[in-house]
């Protein structure tokens, strides 16, 4: 039972344009949101979050949306840079369950000079 | 700050072996957590801790055992290593139980 799913495994895109990585969720229970970036034999570092009361955070050149109704939230990266190229994993977390995230697959993003 | 440490980087069991993955912060959090990667597949909690003295079962659990005496560190213990444990091994920590630090991770092979 995949809670949270990132349905494209990869995703390439040119320096300076923008980078879409996509999340669905499929339990109602969960009301906080994480991505973080993974390089090559290192671990996970946390990007950015978002809690269920908005939908919408920015930080820079990254914005993450939220859309309940559609348990779906995405990742913007404008403008793209090649230092960008990592996995991304979404990862989401319901306060019933205390101090726990479920991660989703991870999408390999390639920005290309 | 050294953040969360792991050793070994990397190890190589044989069927049957034992060994402990080691796990160790120095941000004074009281959540720590271990989980595994497999090839395209996300992080999986094996198992996790909310303070010394206290774990509890993550998702994939079974073939694990784990201890928390300290808030410093968070060892992992395989027992009668499988195949099936080939992995990544990340340990985590954090303040909030959100926001979690990651440790650079022990690739571990059993063959």
């Known amino acids: 039972d995949q809670q949270v799913k990132q349905n494209s495994p990869s995703l390439s895109v040119q320096e300076g344009r923008i980078s879409i990585l996509n999340c669905d969720y499929t339990n109602s229970m969960f009301d906080y949101f994480l991505w973080y970036k993974k390089y090559p034999a290192e671990g996970p570092t946390f990007l950015i979050s978002i809690s269920s009361i908005k939908d919408k955070n920015e930080d820079g050149r990254f914005t993450v949306f939220l859309n309940k109704s559609a348990k779906h939230l995405s990742l913007h990266i404008v403008p793209s840079q090649p230092g960008d190229s990592a996995v991304y994993f979404c990862a989401a977390s319901a306060k019933v369950s205390g101090s726990r995230l479920t991660f989703g697959e991870g999408t390999q993003l390639t920005v290309n000079p | 700050n050294a953040g969360v440490t792991q050793t070994p980087k990397f190890r190589i069991l044989k069927i049957g072996q034992s060994m402990t993955l080691q796990c160790t912060q120095d941000?004074?959090?009281?959540?720590m957590y271990w989980y595994r990667q497999d090839p395209g597949m996300g992080l999986k909690l094996i198992y996790y801790s909310v303070g010394a003295g206290i774990t509890d079962k993550g998702e994939v659990p079974n073939g694990y055992n784990v201890s928390r005496s300290t808030t410093e560190d968070f060892p992992l213990r395989l027992e009668l290593a499988a195949p099936s444990q080939t992995s990544v091994y990340f340990c985590?920590?954090?303040?909030?139980?959100?926001?979690?630090?990651f440790g650079p991770g022990t690739r571990l092979t059993v063959l």
């Open positions: 985590a920590s954090s303040y909030s139980g959100f926001e979690q630090f």
């Open positions: 941000m004074n959090h009281n959540y």
